[in-house]
């Protein structure tokens, strides 16, 4: 039986197909925003990695605008939220109720300006934010829907600005995880756009990216986690040369 199919239409498809269960579906929400669950998915490290997020944003996020490009389950939200008071939160998803969960944990509510938007297609103007967020969001995304998302960061991220990835790492070839053939294939069946991520030149992407709208990217610090398997990083926003 195909449940994807329940869920199709308002979404992109890669979306209602391969993740329907885990975003879309409300009977499994509640289960997933669980500190618990979230941090079994990441193999023990979402403390960490939230952690090491929240230190990176923190430092830059109070002097400007900060979104949060799309949802996350667990306590990242509010966090950050609290290192921003008294400046609001802008976050943006495709699927309302992830939207509604978000605002159910965000105080005050208000500080929290949820929209729904594909981040594929941002309704923000050019330059409307100088912190962005991006919390493994971009390996659930196929090659082509990456390089959209991506363009409309280094479109709405104003020069001087910095983005804030947490991530896989790029290809972890020495790892355990990639170098055992079962472990290799339990994941890709679970993350089926990990592959392509994990052997794109993140940098290179994004500085191709940027140069349509006169920007450059330099990256200002790179942190690696469980044994070089996940990332956290910022990159800068520059005027292109
Ligand atoms: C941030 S990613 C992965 C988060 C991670 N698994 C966690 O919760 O810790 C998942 C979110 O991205 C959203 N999403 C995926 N593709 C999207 C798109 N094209 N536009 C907007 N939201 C999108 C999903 O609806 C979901 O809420």
Redesign the pocket.
């Known amino acids: 039986m195909a449940f994807y199919r329940y869920f199709e239409g308002e979404?992109?498809s890669?979306?209602s197909r391969h993740?329907w269960w885990?975003?879309?579906w409300r009977g499994l929400t509640w289960f997933?925003?669980h500190p618990v669950i979230?941090s079994s998915?990441?193999f023990g490290q979402?403390k960490t990695l939230k952690r090491a997020t929240i230190e990176r944003v923190a430092r830059v996020a109070p002097k400007g605008r900060m979104l949060q490009?799309?949802?996350?389950?667990?306590r990242?939200t509010p966090r950050i939220m609290e290192h921003l008071d008294p400046q609001p939160l802008h976050i943006?998803?495709?699927?309302p109720v992830?939207?509604e969960l978000a605002k159910d944990k965000a105080f005050p509510p208000e500080k929290l300006l949820a929209t729904?938007?594909?981040?594929?297609n941002l309704a923000y103007q050019d330059n409307s934010f100088s912190t962005l967020l991006?919390?493994?969001?971009l390996h659930?995304?196929p090659p082509d829907?990456r390089r959209?998302?991506l363009g409309e960061c280094m479109r709405v991220l104003s020069p001087g600005g910095t983005l804030v990835l947490t991530e896989y790492a790029q290809l972890p070839r020495q790892h355990i995880f990639y170098r055992s053939p079962v472990a290799r294939r339990i994941l890709y069946r679970a993350e089926p756009f990990l592959e392509p991520f994990w052997k794109e030149d993140m940098l290179q992407s994004l500085q191709q990216l940027a140069e349509p709208f006169g920007k450059s990217v330099e990256t200002v610090s790179h942190q690696e986690y469980f044994g070089g398997f996940y990332r956290v990083t910022e990159y800068r926003l520059t005027e292109g040369i």
């Open positions: 979404v992109p890669y979306l993740f885990a975003y879309m997933f925003d979230i998915i990441l979402y490009l799309t949802c996350v389950y667990g990242l943006t998803d495709i699927v992830q939207l729904r938007m594909n981040a594929e991006i919390f493994f969001l659930e995304l829907a959209k998302v």
